[in-house]
């Protein structure tokens, strides 16, 4: 029986947040290799806040919809991003607990999920010790977002494999399980001793082409999931306590008519009390009255808003996704259906190519304006993006601790810029009514 082990790794950074973050895709590898015969998995997460191991440190703090501050410990700064002037941290559970799981347990295999590019230490320390525990006798294999854009990159840390995009019919090669046929694979959630949210998606993917996102070629095509499974899947967590819903999704309301209106009248039939979040930012276009009306009775509680700019020439630019005169009208709309101004938020970039600061003030302001809060979007170069080819060439980054996207617009548009706007933002901020 082969024993695999599913890990999360931890992050090094100069913050990190609880923004509703969760592992979904190592959590739906889980699941499905959960359910198989002739195999034992179990499940590290180096982020799980209310672990008893990060109890036992005294350390838990949430908000009302199960937000916090991650655990973390100062350590030294890679030497690249010395100009930065913050502390460097490493945020997770402390090395020793992995190290005893690594003991114990033995596994054969290491699945290891591999998130944001510039997040490369975590999972470097977790293959590190592996090595040093187990050296040869395990079997390492990366997946996720950071194994899609930067395969050699991983491959060049001693990986034994990397996988690219949906792991799922590669694992069944590997581990000799049937062809994989399930479309709609949900996340295992009892591997969490205390769970103040879950995460879903009805849909996979976005049809738009916007050069600054990576959305496209993670996932190359818009997929729509089964959204009754995913229904039943709610209900279920409902059952065991958990209120608070968070869609993952990255075009939530593309074809809203076939999905997330049948998926609403599904939850208000049911009469299921429950609260829905948006923090990959919904398209503000297609919020009509009607779906403002029905997303507020089926519980929808925090709206976050893509704007990105005020500048039309820019938004033409790049993409397209929205316009100043549908944002503000899709904002009209979610007040008069009843949300409250201080639960809606825009997200502003900041530090793009050639962005200049009045771009971003006019932005802030606009939303200011409109009377809902604002979120800066701070940029990231992402390899393979069109924008982030264009950055990494730009400033010569050889390192991808330099696309971090609190590092990053330090680069772009100066100190005192990011200063400043952060300044402006959080002064606009405060005169939102709560």
């Not at 945020?91 to 999920?113: M, N, Q, S």
């Not at 998606?201 to 496209?216: D, M, Q, W």
Request: a positive charge.
């Amino acid at each position: 029986m082969y024993r695999i082990l599913v890990v999360n790794p931890p992050v090094y950074d100069f913050a990190l947040y609880d923004f509703w973050l969760k592992p979904y895709g190592a959590l739906r590898v889980y699941s499905f290799l959960k359910k198989q015969q002739g195999l034992s998995v179990q499940f590290f997460d180096f982020l799980d806040r209310y672990s008893p191991l990060v109890r036992a440190y005294g350390f838990k703090y949430r908000d009302i919809y199960g937000r916090g501050k991650f655990m973390g410990t100062e350590v030294q700064k890679p030497p690249i991003l010395g100009f930065v002037k913050r502390r460097y941290k490493r945020f997770g559970i402390p090395a020793v607990y992995f190290e005893r799981k690594l003991t114990e347990f033995k596994p054969h295999f290491l699945l290891v999920y591999a998130g944001m590019t510039y997040w490369y230490p975590g999972v470097e320390e977790v293959v590190k010790t592996a090595r040093r525990l187990l050296r040869g006798s395990v079997k390492i294999i990366t997946g996720g977002i950071l194994a899609t854009l930067c395969p050699e990159f991983l491959k060049s840390m001693g990986v034994d494999e990397v996988i690219e995009g949906e792991a799922f019919e590669r694992l069944a090669e590997i581990f000799d399980l049937a062809p994989f046929t399930d479309s709609t694979i949900l996340p295992e959630w009892s591997v969490y001793t205390e769970l103040p949210y879950v995460v879903i998606r009805l849909t996979e993917g976005c049809p738009f082409r916007c050069p600054y996102c990576a959305s496209y070629i993670l996932k190359p095509r818009f997929r729509v999931l089964d959204i009754e499974k995913v229904f039943e899947h709610v209900v279920k967590m409902r059952k065991v306590g958990v209120v608070d819903f968070v869609f993952y999704d990255d075009a939530l309301l593309i074809r809203k008519k076939d999905v997330l209106i049948p998926f609403l009248s599904m939850i208000i039939k049911k009469g299921l009390s429950l609260r829905f979040h948006t923090p990959n930012a919904l398209h503000a276009r297609f919020i009509d009255e009607d779906t403002a009306y029905l997303m507020k009775k089926a519980g929808f509680e925090t709206i976050y808003l893509g704007f990105e700019f005020s500048n039309y020439e820019k938004q033409k630019e790049l993409g397209g996704k929205v316009y100043t005169f549908e944002f503000d009208r899709a904002v009209e709309n979610l007040i008069k259906a009843g949300f409250k101004r201080s639960n809606i938020t825009a997200y502003v970039f900041m530090g793009l190519l050639d962005q200049t600061v009045k771009e971003v003030e006019e932005a802030l302001r606009h939303v200011n304006q409109m009377g809902i809060r604002t979120m800066l979007s701070e940029f990231s170069p992402i390899p393979k993006t069109p924008l982030g080819e264009m950055a990494i060439k730009r400033y010569g980054i050889k390192d991808l601790l330099l696309t971090n996207c609190s590092v990053f617009p330090l680069i772009s548009m100066g100190e005192d810029a990011v200063r400043y706007l952060k300044s402006l933002k959080n002064r606009l901020n405060e005169s939102i009514p709560k």
